[in-house]
């Protein structure tokens, strides 16, 4: 029987059903695409990259096609729930547990395609910003494309997190002997920040805090962590920043990011 969403004439053959990739492609500049990203996106019978227009490349795409001229990627429309008003997403969040209709029927209809695709036997790599694994659309779009086609085989190539190209540039230990790290987000505002600092000899990466900076520099400086905290936004893309958080002024995109490194114990 053919399953719902794979047309007839894609009618697989038993245990023709391409395999789904979930590729990291790290956090923008295009020279930190690991080579086995490089390799399962060339192999690929199908190169798949979320968007959140058909006429705007997605920030992943932007990285591939750079690192790799001239190969061929299908922009898969996903509609971000938007945050607020410097988000500049480019369909590259999460949906969350607050996903909308919107959002919702965007997976949806990115799911048929990849079924299509896989139904035919294509193996599809589908690319992603940082690493697939860590906040990423390729889960929800993996559970979407499962809802279709059960028996769907996935597999993942890790990507360079944007908050170790942060540390990376600003020159910042994040870790070192038995020091643990919290990855947070302030999506909904500094409150996981906050119950990640109880521990003072831990590091801190926040994610997702671009509509909450004030916020998260007051709960820092509550805690004595403000110094040495570092603000990179778009890393590797145009308008990039990397400055000492308490210096940091101005709108802040969707694509920022915040290390804090170990206080005193
Ligand atoms: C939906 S998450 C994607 C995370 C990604 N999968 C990773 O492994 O890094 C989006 C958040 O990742 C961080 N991020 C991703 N790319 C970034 C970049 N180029 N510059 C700064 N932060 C970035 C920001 O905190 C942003 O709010």
Redesign the pocket.
């Known amino acids: 029987m053919t399953a719902p969403g794979i047309p007839a004439g894609a009618e697989p053959l038993e245990g023709a059903i391409g395999k789904l990739v979930g590729v990291?492609v790290?956090?923008?500049n295009p020279d930190l695409l690991t080579r086995q990203a490089i390799e399962v996106i060339e192999n690929a019978d199908r190169v798949a990259a979320p968007a959140i227009a058909a006429d705007v490349p997605g920030?992943a795409e932007s990285i591939v096609t750079t690192a790799i001229p001239g190969i061929h990627l299908e922009r898969l429309v996903i509609a971000m729930p938007v945050a607020g008003r410097h988000n500049g997403?480019g369909a590259?969040?999460?949906a969350g547990g607050d996903a909308g209709d919107a959002t919702r029927s965007s997976y949806d209809m990115a799911a048929r395609r990849i079924a299509c695709w896989l139904g035919a036997g294509e193996d599809v790599a589908f690319v992603?910003?940082?690493?697939?694994?860590?906040?990423?659309?390729?889960p929800t779009v993996a559970q979407a494309v499962r809802t279709i086609v059960p028996e769907l085989q996935t597999e993942t190539v890790a990507?360079?997190?944007?908050?170790?190209?942060?540390a990376a540039r600003s020159g910042t230990v994040l870790l070192d002997g038995s020091q643990s790290l919290a990855l947070v987000?302030?999506?909904d505002g500094a409150g996981e920040l906050r119950d990640a600092l109880a521990r003072p000899d831990r590091a801190v990466?926040?994610?997702?805090?671009?509509n909450h900076l004030p916020a998260i520099v007051s709960v820092l400086e509550e805690h004595g962590r403000l110094e040495g905290a570092i603000l990179?936004?778009?890393?590797?893309?145009p308008g990039?920043r990397v400055v000492p958080l308490s210096q940091a002024t101005g709108p802040v995109?969707?694509?920022?990011?915040?290390i804090i490194p170990p206080g005193d114990p």
């Open positions: 990291g790290g956090p923008g920030r997403r590259e969040g999460d992603t910003l940082g690493d697939p694994n860590i906040y990423s659309t390729f990507g360079i997190c944007a908050f170790q190209d942060l987000s302030a999506r990466v926040v994610y997702k805090g671009g990179g936004e778009l890393l590797g893309m990039e995109s969707y694509l920022a990011s915040v």
